[in-house]
C-alpha cells in the first residue's frame, strides 16, 4: 500500500532524514521506531504532505503521491493523528470529531453514523461532546485525536507516539483500539519509543536513528534483536 524510497528531508540546512525507504503492506501494522529527535514524526509529516521532501518518491497504492497536496492525501485516505493530541482547543469535541470527515465525501448522514460509531468506541467522548476541547486533560485530548482521524474512515493511520504522556490504563485501552482497527483491516503506520508496545500490535519494524534506518525487520526478530536498544533510548 505504501511504498517510501530514499527519502530526503531537510530543515534549511540541517538534513533530518537520509535515503529512509521503507514499505506497508495493505492490512499490516508497522512500527517506526526510535529515540525523540530520530526522524519518526519527520518521516510522518512527509508521508502526509506536511513537509516537503528534498528528493526521493512517496507511492500510495503504486501511484507517486510525491507531489501531492495535504488535501489531496486525505482525500485518498492517508490519515495522521499528531503527536501529543493536538485538537482545535476552541471547537467542542463533536466539532472536533465532525472536523475529521471534512475531508472526505461523506454525505451528512454518514458523518452522523461515524459520530455515533466513534463515541461507542471511546464513550468519554460522548460525555464530553458539547464541551471545549481546551477544557480536557492529556489522555482525553490523545483520545479525542484518535477519534477524529477514525472519522475519516482511514486506510493508512499514521499515528505518531500515541502512548506518550498517558497513564498506563489510557495507553493499553488505545493500543487495544489499535489492534482491533488493524484486525479490522486498517493499515497502520505506527511511531512509537515504546518498544514493547508498538512490537506486541506490529507485524514488522523499522529502526530510525538520527535520520536513517539501521534495523529492520519482523517484531519477533527485533524483540530479541541484542542491537536494538542501543539505537532507542527510550
Request: net charge neutral; hydrophobic share 45%.
Amino acid at each position: 500500500m505504501l511504498r517510501v524510497e530514499n527519502l530526503n528531508v531537510s530543515y534549511g540546512l540541517v538534513n533530518a532524514l537520509y535515503d529512509v525507504s521503507f514499505n506497508i503492506e495493505e492490512g499490516e501494522c508497522v512500527a517506526l521506531l526510535g529515540s525523540k529527535g530520530a526522524g519518526k514524526t519527520t518521516v510522518l509529516n512527509t508521508v502526509s504532505g506536511l513537509l516537503k521532501a528534498t528528493s526521493g518518491n512517496i507511492f500510495f497504492n503504486n501511484e507517486d503521491v510525491s507531489g501531492f497536496l495535504p488535501h489531496r492525501r486525505v482525500e485518498l485516505n492517508i490519515i495522521q493523528v499528531p503527536e501529543d493530541g493536538r485538537v482545535f482547543p476552541f471547537m467542542t469535541v463533536a466539532e472536533n470529531l465532525l472536523a475529521g470527515a471534512s475531508g472526505t465525501k461523506k454525505t451528512w448522514e454518514s458523518r452522523k453514523a461515524s459520530f455515533q460509531h466513534i463515541c461507542s468506541i471511546f464513550p468519554v467522548l460522548e460525555a464530553r461532546a458539547d464541551l471545549h476541547a481546551r477544557y480536557l486533560n492529556r489522555e482525553e485530548r490523545q483520545i479525542l485525536a484518535v477519534g477524529r482521524a477514525l472519522m475519516a474512515h482511514p486506510r493508512l493511520l499514521m499515528i505518531d507516539e500515541p502512548s506518550t504522556g498517558l497513564s498506563p490504563l489510557i495507553a493499553m485501552e488505545i493500543y487495544t483500539i489499535l489492534r482491533v482497527l488493524n484486525e479490522e483491516g486498517v493499515t497502520i503506520l505506527l511511531a512509537e519509543r515504546n518498544i514493547q508496545q508498538a512490537l506486541e500490535i506490529a507485524a514488522r519494524g523499522y529502526v530510525l536513528e538520527n535520520g536513517r534506518v539501521v534495523l529492520e525487520g519482523s517484531s519477533k526478530e527485533l524483540m530479541i534483536s541484542k542491537h536494538l536498544k542501543k539505537h532507542i533510548r527510550e
